[in-house]
């Protein structure tokens, strides 16, 4: 398909709109030279800093490569969703930290609270792109989330919807970093936008905030390292040198996040897909690890925690009982009681996480 100049500078701009009209913050577009990202995706996947994350090498330079991924590809339609649930206040990196204290907190990360974000941003997307198949006819397109094969964050960065912070994430002056991201891989050549200005400065609240070390320097991420990873991706045992440094995080991590400073600027969801649900904001551990298989499936039904397992979700569990300890619960009744009521679950991961948790209050 040819469209002049004019017609593709009109269609950017409607497509601009449209994505705000969909619940998208903001729509951006970039073109596909990831040239510039390539040594540094090469020197990260080298250092196995990926952990388990085959997929992340299996798709090699692929990844740095859209028109490889996608042929035909020219451009990429970049869009971002804030997800700060509504019910979260003006204190709410504050109230965050304090939970991190509480010895019965189940912390579990912000955006994990709500709706499965991938089905979302998938479905929007989709709709975007259906909007532009009205207006000119067939076109060629992939729409991804947070997906492997794609370098979300360069591509994002390069299109000007942020810049990449010292913890790695994109950061917004208007929005910090608490939003999702998605893409629509086209063959239209749009025209571009450009990229932001970063404002990290002297700044390193997020190196010095992380509980692992897991940021080595500006923009080195050691995910092995990172709760994220650990809490998330990581299908087996929990590296015991690493369990106490996990404390009562026991879905994800947010500790840079409500270190860095901008997010005193992070917007709440428009969408009532982010709220929380089953009072995941204010859970206590002991609540959680009660739960069967079966009701973990069911309360976890169309939310993001529902792909790690009943399995794993009691092994991270596990380890934050096991921290209460250490803030200041030891030996605390309703706690050993829970994780004593595991202690002949069959899975020998769940039980060697509970073997191990109660030792700590031994
Ligand atoms: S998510 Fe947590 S563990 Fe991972 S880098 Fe950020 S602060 Fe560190
Ligand atoms: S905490 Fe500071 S250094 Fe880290 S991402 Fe935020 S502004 Fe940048």
Not at 16 to 31: P, Q
Not at 98 to 113: E, F, G, H, T
């Amino acid at each position: 398909m040819s469209l002049s100049p004019e017609v593709l500078s009109t269609l950017a701009a409607a497509i601009k709109r449209w994505g705000r009209e969909l619940g998208f913050a903001e729509v951006r577009i970039a073109d596909i030279d990831l040239a510039a990202a390539e040594p540094g995706l090469q020197a990260w996947l080298d250092a196995g800093m990926h952990g388990e994350m085959d997929y992340m090498a299996a798709h090699g330079m692929k990844r740095a490569r859209p028109a490889e991924l996608v042929p035909g590809t020219v451009r990429v339609i970049t869009a971002r969703m804030d997800y700060l649930p509504p019910s979260q206040d003006a204190d709410w990196r504050a109230r965050e930290r304090a939970r991190l204290d509480d010895p019965q907190a189940a912390v579990i990360s912000v955006y994990a609270r709500g709706r499965d974000y991938h089905k979302v941003l998938r479905a929007r997307l989709q709709q975007l792109a259906d909007r532009v198949r009205n207006e000119i006819g067939e076109f060629g397109y992939r729409v991804f989330t947070d997906s492997a094969p794609v370098m979300e964050l360069p591509l994002a960065e390069k299109s000007g919807l942020g810049w990449r912070g010292k913890h790695t994430l994109l950061l917004n002056r208007d929005a910090g970093s608490m939003f999702f991201m998605g893409e629509i891989l086209v063959d239209l050549p749009l025209p571009v936008d450009a990229p932001a200005d970063a404002h990290c400065g002297q700044c390193s609240a997020c190196i010095t905030a992380c509980p692992t070390n897991a940021i080595l320097g500006p923009g080195r991420l050691d995910a092995r390292r990172c709760i994220s990873y650990l809490t998330i991706e990581l299908k087996g045992s929990i590296p015991e040198e690493m369990r106490p440094l996990l404390g009562n995080r026991v879905y994800g991590c947010d500790d840079c996040q409500t270190a860095c400073p901008w997010n005193k600027f992070a917007q709440r969801a428009t969408l009532p897909d982010f709220d929380e649900r089953h009072g995941l904001g204010s859970a206590s551990m002991v609540a959680l690890f009660g739960w069967t298989e079966e009701e973990f499936n069911r309360n976890m039904e169309g939310s993001p925690i529902r792909r790690i397992g009943h399995e794993r979700w009691l092994r991270n569990l596990a380890v934050g009982l096991g921290n209460a300890a250490t803030l200041g619960a030891r030996g605390d009744a309703a706690i050993v009681a829970a994780l004593r009521s595991r202690l002949d679950h069959p899975s020998d991961l769940v039980r060697e996480h509970v073997g191990w948790a109660l030792a700590q209050h031994g």
